[in-house]
């Protein structure tokens, strides 16, 4: 099995402090993420690194610039103490027949949404993706994304740490085998507590982050 998951989009770095998880990802990696946009009325905001090729990391936090959302911000990250990698979206050549495919073959990703936000110069990118019920976010099961005509986060010139592999360790490996099967995707599992980590090349050599 490779490394890095069959169709891979993103990673998602969630943390209650955007600006000290993205100082401290510069200071660990030698790279320093760049602004993504503020995803509006969510509360939160993001900052990207390429990982190669059409693969990112997204690191994901509350916005200060925002209002309170009414809800709770995306991913859980007002629960949060500190940062983690929480889940990964996949980005299938065709959204709406892989989520067919999925509940064929016994997962239910659940429906695609519209969503969207506003980059630094101003651009709105607009996708659709899964965010069913318990299916999202859950950890080393991936929801599924589509970018449709926006251009795509990697396509603005990201700076790049070469993603390296991203593995997790679950309670029960073979239930989640099986849902990544029907996602058409894969990761390296081990069993033990719930937990998703990836491993990224830089100047400073790899880096791993939980």
């Not at 099995?1 to 169709?7: D, E, H, N, R």
């Given at each position: ?7 891979l ?101 659940g ?14 990118l ?84 939980g």
């Open positions: 099995m490779s490394a890095v998951p069959p169709l989009d993103h990673l998602v770095l969630a943390t209650p402090d955007l600006a000290a998880t993205v100082a401290d990802f510069a200071r660990r990696t030698g790279v320093t993420p760049v602004p993504g946009g503020a995803h509006p009325g969510l509360g939160t905001r993001n900052h990207l690194v390429g990982l190669g090729g059409r693969s990112y990391l997204e690191i994901l936090g509350p916005d200060p610039e925002q209002p309170g959302p009414d809800g709770p911000r995306p991913f859980g990250v007002d629960g949060l103490t500190g940062p983690r990698t929480l889940t990964w979206a996949i980005s299938p050549p065709d959204l709406d027949a892989a989520i067919t495919t999925a509940r064929e073959r016994g997962y239910d990703p429906p695609a949404h519209p969503m969207s936000r506003r980059t630094p110069d101003g651009t709105v607009r996708w659709r993706l899964t965010d069913g019920g318990p299916a999202h976010p859950s950890g080393p099961v991936p929801f599924l994304i589509d970018w449709g005509e926006s251009r795509h986060p990697t396509a603005s010139g990201l700076p790049v740490t070469p993603l390296l592999a991203v593995s997790a360790t679950v309670p029960d490996p073979e239930e989640v085998r099986g849902r990544l099967a029907a996602l058409g995707t894969a990761l390296a599992l081990t069993a033990g507590p719930l937990a998703l980590s990836f491993t990224v090349d830089t100047p400073n050599g790899p880096v791993t982050f």
